[in-house]
């Protein structure tokens, strides 16, 4: 048995508790479609493959750059689509799309965000809080998008590292804010989707060498049954300790085991 009340649980949000392929992905690809004047629509596997380089986790940073390589590609000028290309414009369509029209104000948000699938339960956290894991939570989403998915949860007041308040992964720093504001306990556990988090979490390790590190890959639920295993590897292959198909299999018994059979 191992003694929990030395692990911090840090998790991801997109991807992880909630399921953003009808949302952040598809505003992202909704934004590059529109930028091209309706001639480039990037598929699921085309933004895989973006992510897969391990530095696109801002998705709107994503579209700017699936935009641009698009006119690279082809050759032809931005100027064809008769848009404004610059970032701020590019962020104002993503959130019409994924806020919706009343962006600023979430009591009025009507976007994709208000119809994100959950992946994780108010259970699941009681289950962590009674097994005495200190857990919170480090996301590349803006802390309005974050607050918004975690009220739905039932969750009023936890750690939260957002956007807003550390660079973009895999830089370290908001994993090591939260894991200090969790209490800066010996094992610190962090549970993402995409490569770039597992870059994150050895960033950690090179930052705090003293703190046990604990890696975990969370499949998104857009991973078809059939590219799972493909997509372990990946994630693997950037550092993953552990992969699990869904946040909900990383239960406190599970740590226990995990935990111990590798001490």
């Known amino acids: 048995m191992v003694d929990l009340s030395k692990i911090a649980l840090v998790l991801d949000i997109d991807g992880v508790i909630r399921d953003v392929a009808g949302s952040y992905r598809r ?4 934004t590059v479609e529109y930028f091209t004047a309706g001639t480039y629509r ?20 994503a579209s700017q750059e699936l935009i641009n390589r698009y006119f690279s590609k082809t050759g032809h000028s931005p100027g064809n689509s008769g848009e404004d290309l610059s970032y701020d414009k590019i962020v104002q369509f993503f959130q019409s799309r994924y806020r919706g029209s009343d962006p600023n104000n979430p009591q009025h948000w009507n976007g994709y965000i208000a119809r994100e699938p959950l992946i994780a339960t108010p259970e699941y956290f009681q289950n962590l809080t009674i097994a005495q894991i200190a857990w919170g939570f480090f996301s590349g989403a803006t802390r309005g998008s974050a607050t918004y998915v975690l009220q739905r949860l039932q969750i009023y007041s936890a750690v939260l590292i957002a956007m807003e308040d550390a660079p973009g992964k895999p830089d370290p720093k908001g994993l090591l804010d939260a894991i200090s504001l969790l209490g800066d ?3 610190g556990i962090y549970v993402g989707d995409t490569v770039a988090d597992m870059h994150t979490a050895i960033a950690a390790r090179g930052v705090d060498p003293d703190r046990r590190w604990i890696a975990v890959g969370a499949i998104p639920p857009h991973i078809q049954a059939e590219r799972a295993v493909e997509y372990t590897k990946l994630l693997r292959s950037h550092g993953a300790d552990l992969v699990v198909s869904s946040i909900l299999e990383l239960t406190p018994e599970a740590i226990d085991c995990y935990v111990a059979q590798y001490s």
Do not use: M
């Open 27 to 30: 505003a992202l690809a909704d």
């Open 42 to 61: 990037p598929t699921p596997e085309d933004i895989d493959l973006l992510k897969a380089e391990g530095i696109w986790n801002n998705d709107w940073e």
């Open 185 to 187: 306990r010996p094992i």
